[in-house]
């Protein structure tokens, strides 16, 4: 789960967070350490308290309980009853919908955190124009935010945001708003930006594929809390549950039964073992549910224990999907594209990297 | 005139009218052509003639009535006041609709919909009755005279509730809730995570709403206060009965007094000049309206985040409150009191109450005719002004003839007139031939229905506009005509408009009061005229009370009945619901 670095500095500290929201608990006991030079993404689907969480962050509100240190200095300890205001803490953001004020220019609303600290005309002038180079909206400062593209909205929000250069940079989805192939060039250069700077990221999303794409570190939020944090590979090789399974990438998940295999165990399902050997707890006759990736399916018309009739054929270009019925439940499969089966054909299965998940 | 030769002599219409596939529609514009030059454009016409001492019958050209304007020292001090009165009420109301309004929308003060309910009730409330309140509150027999009396033993009460600072009050305490609209409404529209953006940026939470919430509502705050200028100085009643009686006079005050000398081209330049004034206002907060779009680039907004009162949130709810004892409770408090006295003047004693008011108000002949008559002509009026507003509304939305503006423009005119000069030009208008309606209630109804065109426009227009075009064409597509389309889709679509305007056109008969003071005669006396004019010899200020009341208790119902058929703006034609 670490970084495996030693040297690794934490940049922010969560510890056991509490937000509550009159009767609706948004944050539940959460803990959570970032380290500089990453960008840590928080994943969940909406209403799942990740956006609450950025906001306790950077002080947009005010948690119940717990502690939040930025930079090695406490910003909220509910012990110590302190509470640092959003102005003190000196963090970058970005919002949903950029929240770029429309009454001001360009270079109006990058120059703001600069004017608003009292910095010297020609400082604030010559730190602008050092982000609008980063940026690349060299020339475009005089324009209003509305006479800008969505990308270039977005780039002013991340200039504005990283402008007092801050440690940390808080990011609620901003990406959410753009087209497909926008985001995606967006997501190369927020990451690019980064590895220059050096600075941590903490980036809010419900799509898991700009999850996967940006983070070096995944933490899936449910209700509040985090259910499993690791890298992109981690969450998506090993999911521990079946809500991580399904909402990081497309699952299979099977019930199981485990069943004696010499003296060892397997894990057996519609009459055909699924796993052999396998090193589990679950007692004889238990049931464990199994997650397994589509493209973690091998199909052939002779192997493979357990058996099922193809139901469904989508042609995908690079690879064919299938859907396969076994018993009264369809498994999706993911096959290279010259392995061609038909409607109604029988096939036998065979599963690789399984997880055992809750 | 014979269709054919109006469509040789106008080839421009002709060639539009082509267009127009059946002649019926060609008909329905020409009805319209008629309505609204007879009944807007044609007093207009009158009204600006007369003010350069001309007349159809001819008469010389001269500046005189506007030279007076200036010259004549009581005109030049009821233009000082008018400017005075008007500045006072935009300024008051500005802080009070301001502060409260950020109160409701950016604060966790509890008691939103409590303060939501009585900021409207302030706004229905006619400003006449909230004038009335305040002398029977403050006057020498008043409330306030008698509770000092009683608690201090206080006998040399000697406020004066008489004066142009009154009006200014009054005024401000009927229109602050538009304020409170506007505010409230801007600041839903400004995403409170540019705020935060702010302050994420380093900035106070003050210093944020100073530099960014502040200059983005700041174009509503202006157009709103200029729309509060002109409704100021287009106010009759409330000067009338709080300035006049001590020789204190605004603009629409000396026209009426100047009527009553028979000064007919000194009337007229007043009027004119009234309209230039509420007209150019009209033009610049509408130029502001529209300049006022900055783009706001949002994607999802989040429910703004509520600024948390804290310490200070009991110290100002209780000042919410005080503020709506004094501006809604003891104006309400004080006009139902006194309906319940036997007599105004009389002490505060069980004794001296009485439900004798009302069962008099019923039984009196002229109150219940005047009560019929408001009704007839708010709904006669109502009934063809809707017409017209259809009618125009069809042709602006729905056809693309050539000059559909100017159709709308004109037949929005009177929306820049104060009330009184409605009046005046209908009583110059109608008073001859060809078409004598001076002395028949219908001079009121055609100026009623000149009144009521605009807000019918505003409110169907609306209705309409938010109307795909394909519906219609669906309609078509199915094989109905384009008459039959009309009728059975945009019209039922329509209705709701058409409906609240019939509920606004009796409520502003039921409290109008220039209008058919100027114009009535015996017999056709309407509400407002019994208002205005009940308080005499046989009754005190406690049947004026009474009507009061009765005043309203019905607007309370209409507009709960308006608020049922929803679907309309408030802001249109509520904002004329409460002009007198």
Redesign the interface.
């Known amino acids: 789960m670490s970084r495996g670095e030693a040297e690794a500095i934490i940049q922010v500290q969560v510890e056991k967070l509490i937000k509550k929201y009159e009767n609706i608990v948004a944050v539940r006991d959460l803990s959570l350490d970032i380290y500089t030079g990453e960008i840590l993404v928080i994943v969940g689907p909406s209403g799942c308290g990740k956006s609450t969480l950025l906001s306790c962050i950077?002080?947009?509100?005010k948690p119940d309980n717990g502690n939040i240190i930025i930079d090695g200095e406490p910003v909220f300890s509910k012990e110590r009853n302190l509470f640092k205001?959003?102005?003190e803490r000196?963090?970058?953001?970005v919002?949903?919908?950029?929240?770029?004020?429309?009454?001001k220019t360009v270079y109006d609303n990058i120059a703001?955190?600069l004017k608003?600290?009292n910095i010297k005309k020609d400082k604030v002038k010559s730190e602008v124009r050092r982000l609008l180079d980063i940026v690349r909206l060299y020339g475009k400062e005089n324009r209003?935010?509305?006479e800008l593209s969505g990308g270039e909205?977005q780039r002013v929000a991340l200039a504005?945001?990283l402008v007092?250069n801050p440690k940390v940079l808080l990011l609620d989805e901003p990406l959410?708003?753009l087209d497909a192939k926008l985001r995606e060039k967006m997501q190369y250069e927020i990451k690019g930006l980064q590895k220059d700077m050096g600075i941590a990221i903490i980036h809010v999303t419900h799509d898991q594929n700009e999850a996967m794409a940006m983070a070096d570190r995944i933490a899936v939020m449910k209700d509040g809390e985090l259910v499993q944090w690791g890298t992109p590979k981690e969450i998506y090789e090993c999911p521990q549950t079946q809500f991580v399974a399904n909402f990081v990438g497309k699952a299979n998940i099977i019930d199981g039964v485990v069943e004696r295999y010499g003296d060892k165990k397997k894990i057996v399902f519609a009459g055909g073992y699924i796993m052999r050997e396998a090193d589990i707890d679950g007692d004889i006759g238990s049931h464990v549910l199994l997650s397994v990736r589509p493209e973690n399916i091998s199909l052939s018309k002779d192997k493979g224990a357990v058996k099922g009739r193809v139901a469904g054929v989508n042609y995908r270009g690079n690879t064919m999907e299938y859907r396969i019925l076994v018993d009264d439940i369809h498994l999706m499969v993911e096959t290279s594209s010259n392995e061609l089966y038909a409607k109604g054909d029988i096939v036998g299965c065979e599963f690789h990297k399984i997880n055992i998940v809750k | 005139m014979d269709l054919k030769i109006f469509l040789r002599k106008n080839k421009g219409l002709k060639k539009h009218t082509k267009r127009l596939r059946s002649p019926l529609e060609v008909v329905i514009l020409l009805i319209l052509g008629v309505l609204i030059g007879s009944f807007i454009l044609y007093p207009f016409v009158i009204l600006v003639m007369k003010s350069f001492g001309l007349s159809l019958d001819g008469g010389a050209f001269s500046l005189e009535g506007y030279k007076r304007i200036i010259r004549d020292t009581y005109n030049y001090t009821a233009l000082r006041n008018t400017l005075y009165v008007a500045s006072g009420v935009t300024v008051l109301t500005s802080i009070l609709g301001g502060a409260l309004g950020w109160i409701v929308a950016r604060t966790d003060y509890a008691y939103k919909r409590f303060t939501k309910i009585l900021v409207f009730l302030n706004f229905i409330i006619p400003s006449y009755i909230v004038a009335i309140a305040w002398i029977e509150f403050f006057g020498r027999n008043g409330y306030l005279s008698r509770i000092l009396y009683k608690i201090f033993g206080l006998s040399n009460y000697n406020m004066r509730p008489y004066s142009l600072e009154a009006v200014i009050i009054v005024m401000s305490v009927h229109l602050y809730p538009l304020v409170f609209m506007a505010i409230t409404n801007a600041l839903r529209k400004t995403d409170s995570s540019l705020e935060d953006a702010a302050v994420i940026s380093g900035a106070s939470r003050l210093k944020a709403a100073m530099t960014i919430t502040l200059p983005l509502v700041m174009p509503s705050f202006i157009s709103i206060g200029l729309l509060i200028f002109s409704r100021t100085i287009a106010n009759f009643g409330v000067p009338a009965v709080l300035a006049l009686p001590v020789g204190e006079e605004v603009l629409t005050t000396r026209i009426y007094s100047s009527l009553t000398n028979l000064d007919f081209q000194l009337v007229t330049a007043l009027s004119i000049f009234l309209v230039m004034i509420s007209g150019g206002i009209f033009l610049l907060s509408n130029l502001l309206l529209k300049r006022k779009g900055f783009t706001m680039i949002t994607g999802h907004s989040k429910k703004p985040r509520l600024i948390e009162l804290g310490k200070h949130k009991k110290t100002l709810t209780t000042c919410v409150f005080i503020f709506h004892i004094l501006t809604t409770m003891i104006p309400l408090a004080s006009v139902l009191i006194a309906s319940f006295l036997k007599r105004w003047g009389l002490s505060l004693e069980i004794k001296h109450f009485t439900l004798n008011n009302y069962l008099l108000l019923f039984r009196h002949e002229i109150i219940i005719r005047a009560f019929g008559n408001s009704i007839f002509y708010g709904l006669t009026a109502a009934t063809i002004a809707a017409c017209v507003g259809v009618g125009v509304s069809y042709i602006s939305h729905k056809t693309n003839i050539k000059g559909k503006k100017i159709i709308e423009l004109i037949a929005s005119l009177p929306m820049a007139f104060p009330n009184i000069v409605l009046a005046v030009a209908a009583a110059l208008t109608w008073i001859k031939q060809p078409l004598k309606l001076y002395g028949t209630e219908w001079i009121i109804i055609v100026t009623y229905i000149a009144l009521f065109i605009p807000i019918s426009i505003k409110n169907i227009g609306g209705l309409m506009q938010n109307q795909d075009a394909s519906l219609e064409k669906a309609a078509r597509a199915s094989g109905a005509s384009r008459i039959k389309g009309f009728v059975d889709i945009t019209l039922p679509l329509t209705m709701p408009g058409i409906k609240s305007g019939w509920i606004l056109g009796f409520l502003i008969a039921l409290r109008e009061i220039p209008i058919s003071l100027l114009l009535y005669s015996s017999g056709k006396e309407t509400i407002g005229v019994m208002l205005f004019g009940i308080q005499s010899n046989t009754y005190g200020l406690e049947m004026t009370s009474t009507l009061a009341v009765v005043i309203i208790v019905l607007t309370v119902i209409g507009n709960i009945l308006i608020g049922k058929i929803g679907n309309v703006k408030r802001g249109g034609g509520g904002n004329h619901t409460s002009t007198s």
């Open positions: 950077a002080g947009l509100e205001l959003p102005e000196n963090i970058g953001m919002f949903q919908n950029y929240a770029l004020w429309p009454h703001y955190p608003i600290r209003y935010p509305h909205q504005r945001a007092m959410s708003s």
